[in-house]
Nanobody, 122 residues
Framework: QVQLVESGGGLVQAGGSLRLSCAAS????????MGWYRQAPGKQRELVARITSGGNTNYADSVKGRFTISRDNAKNTVYLQMNSLKPEDTAVYYC????????????????WGQGTQVTVSS
């Protein structure tokens, strides 16, 4: 019902920057929360940042002051600007749409993107 397509991952040196984008498509009425999660090898998936439809945000402590999440509700797109990247930021980053309300069919659900690799070299 909702498809999420991420882009913007890649390889960057420590201290560098990357910008991730995630576009949601489908018969979307509203997406209440959009967020970014990441999963490093051998570790559990963890929240990186999350933003409400009204623009309220929360971040993992490890990325505060370095990452910025934003969204364009008209485009159903969420962004993650990542600055001052560290090797420990290396992971697969997943886009999440939480409590996404669709029109046809009328449903509320949670959806995930396929993931995009971010690798930070030291």
């Amino acid at each position: 019902q909702v498809q999420l397509v991420e882009s913007g991952g890649g390889l960057v040196q420590a201290g560098g920057s990357l910008r991730l984008s995630c576009a949601a498509s489908g018969s979307i009425f509203r997406i209440n929360y959009m967020g970014w999660y990441r999963q490093a090898p051998g570790k559990q998936r963890e929240l990186v940042a999350r933003i409400t439809s009204g623009g309220n945000t929360n971040y993992a402590d490890s990325v505060k002051g370095r990452f910025t999440i934003s969204r364009d509700n008209a485009k159903n797109t969420v962004y993650l600007q990542m600055n001052s990247l560290k090797p420990e930021d290396t992971a697969v980053y997943y886009c999440n749409a939480e409590r996404a309300v669709t029109i046809a069919p009328v449903l509320t659900g949670d959806y995930w993107g396929q993931g995009t690799q971010v690798t930070v070299s030291s």
